[in-house]
């Protein structure tokens, strides 16, 4: 069987895999989000934290809850980080030092997992277990819970109340992520990933000398690694580690779980609003992105450029020969577009133009489709800038889902869209014009502009995955990159949530004849356009001084 069709096989099987967990997935999760019921483990929760969860919040108190909770559990991480060296369970390891033990607690609480430093060789079980893998679900569960709140402001009427965070954080938890990861830890176990508490032990002979490793919760923390679109590895080679990720199949089904969320959401949305159609409409957005970009990478990486190519069947540079160039090609791209940051090669390594499709693909603001719950409401902004640009062309007010888009909505997407992309391009201009940080680039000219500008997008993005080549565990990377994670991951959620409560207290208007059909092609048409004109627009001078003109000299 050629590369080529291996590859096209492993995307026609996961499109399949992912179309049949879409409805009862999409579903379930509305069934969620909508029920006054709580289970018994949650009310002990609920009591054990001091919530009420039948308390309906307005926009400001539910943001306060976002808030309130995401600054402890950076405070934890950071405290638990610099006194690792005490702790039972730290293999040895010394405690981090107070900037990398802030950049990683920036990093996990908001989603992004950036990792400066190597997880074998820095972070003990109680720091990974208690510590990174906690975050990894509560941090995926507060990206759904302000999705619902969006969603909620667009089904409510003539009310600013959004439901209550603290709920809708437990029951994203315990009814939906862990349940789930379970079943993929286990799925893990079987094909070979490791889940043990293991200490450091020598596995063999390499190159004159002995290798070490140390064992791990490796495969309950893969599992939500992936389904929480988080993407930090126990490991630094993250998914190109065969305790990670074994084989062909692991890395296909890893690809599954990093989707399959922000796909099936987009169902929960259109329960939720009465209309499945809406829902499908911007599925079919998010999915036309998705495989364009695919088609669009894998063409790219399978482009013969000689005699090393052909024999390699395609570019294998930084690939594994476990899963070859096509499903290298579609975990580069899932990672990209969603905000995991989970890698199974080096994006470095890839050609010119696939390291700037997996560029491109988070400064979209990684919404085809996005991260857990981060996806749905990206996305949802982006369908208002498209209505509010439709209602200019035909001089009418714009309306989404019988919502008006006033001057006070259009100028929260506003500020939503224009943030991210301000984080990432001052920050990198910064960088490139002091004189130290550019001494972390192991390379020089575009292909080193693309490294800081790669970092500072991923990270700003809360995507976490990185070039690789620059050398980021110095006090100027940590701390910018953490702020820009801090930055990107909650200053967008604060106009999200204020959008949603506006949502709320309007009244429905009714549609008319002249109303846009927002369910119809036509307007997923528009919605793909917006995207992608409102990011070349945004980023194509950055990207013409790296990865363009790489790829254009090669």
Request: hydrophobic share 50%.
């Amino acid at each position: 069987m050629s590369p080529v069709l291996a590859g096209v096989l492993q995307l026609l099987a996961l499109i399949a895999a992912l179309g049949l967990a879409y409805r009862p997935l999409g579903d379930y999760m509305a069934r969620v989000y909508s029920s006054d019921k709580h289970l018994r483990v949650e009310k002990w929760i609920y009591k054990g934290i001091g919530a009420n969860p039948n308390t309906e919040m307005r926009w400001m108190a539910y943001l306060r809850g976002v808030l309130a909770f995401s600054a402890v559990s950076v405070l934890f991480l950071y405290l638990l980080q610099r006194f690792q060296g005490s702790l039972p369970g730290s293999l040895g390891f010394r405690s981090i030092d107070p900037d990398q033990a802030f950049n990683t607690a920036a990093s996990f609480v908001a989603n992004t997992n950036w990792q400066s430093y190597y997880g074998e060789q820095a972070m003990g079980h109680v720091v990974q277990t208690a510590g990174l893998a906690v975050q990894n679900f509560v941090s995926a569960a507060v990206g759904i819970a302000v999705a619902v709140a969006l969603v909620r402001g667009f089904a409510r009427s003539r009310t600013g109340e959004l439901g209550n965070f603290w709920s809708d954080l437990v029951r994203g938890t315990v009814r939906i992520l862990i349940p789930i990861s379970v079943v993929g830890a286990i799925v893990l176990v079987a094909c070979g990933a490791i889940q043990n508490f293991a200490g450091i032990h020598e596995v063999g002979q390499f190159m004159g000398g002995s290798q070490q490793w140390n064992g791990g919760a490796v495969a309950s923390q893969e599992a939500i690694k992936e389904l929480g679109t988080n993407g930090g590895g126990y490991f630094n080679a993250n998914s190109a580690h065969p305790f990670e990720n074994p084989n062909g199949f692991t890395n296909l089904f890893e690809i599954f779980l990093i989707l399959v969320i922000p796909f099936a959401i987009t169902r929960t949305f259109g329960r939720m609003v009465g209309s499945l159609r809406q829902g499908y409409a911007i599925l079919a957005t998010m999915v036309t992105i998705w495989i364009g970009f695919t088609a669009l990478m894998m063409w790219t990486e399978f482009h013969h450029g000689g005699p090393a190519f052909d024999i390699a069947g395609g570019a294998m540079e930084g690939k594994e020969n476990r899963f070859g160039v096509g499903g290298s090609s579609i975990f580069a791209v899932a990672t990209t577009l969603t905000s995991t940051g989970a890698v199974d090669s080096f994006h470095s390594s890839f050609t010119g133009f696939g390291g700037g499709i997996t560029m491109l693909g988070m400064q979209l603001g990684e919404i085809a489709p996005g991260g857990t719950g981060s996806g749905l409401y990206g996305m949802l902004i982006m369908a208002i800038i498209a209505v509010f640009i439709a209602g200019l062309m035909v001089g009418r007010t714009p309306e989404y889902l019988g919502k008006k888009i006033g001057t006070r909505e259009i100028k929260f997407a506003a500020c939503y869209i224009l943030i991210t992309p301000a984080l990432v391009l001052v920050f990198t201009a910064v960088a490139m014009a002091l004189p130290t940080p550019p001494n972390s680039m192991l390379n020089s000219g575009a292909h080193g502009f693309s490294e800081i500008l790669y970092a500072y997008t991923s990270g700003a993005n809360n995507n976490g995955s990185a070039f690789a080549g620059l050398s980021a565990d110095t006090q100027w990377f940590n701390t910018t990159i953490g702020l820009a994670m801090l930055l990107g991951r909650f200053l967008p959620m604060v106009f999200v949530l204020a959008l949603a409560g506006s949502l709320a207290e309007q009244k429905p208007v009714p549609a008319t004849a002249g109303t846009l059909r927002t369910e119809k092609p036509l307007f997923t048409g528009l919605l793909v356009g917006t995207i992608l004109i409102i990011t070349g627009l945004t980023y194509f001078p950055a990207l013409a001084l790296g990865p363009l003109a790489e790829g254009l000299a090669s």
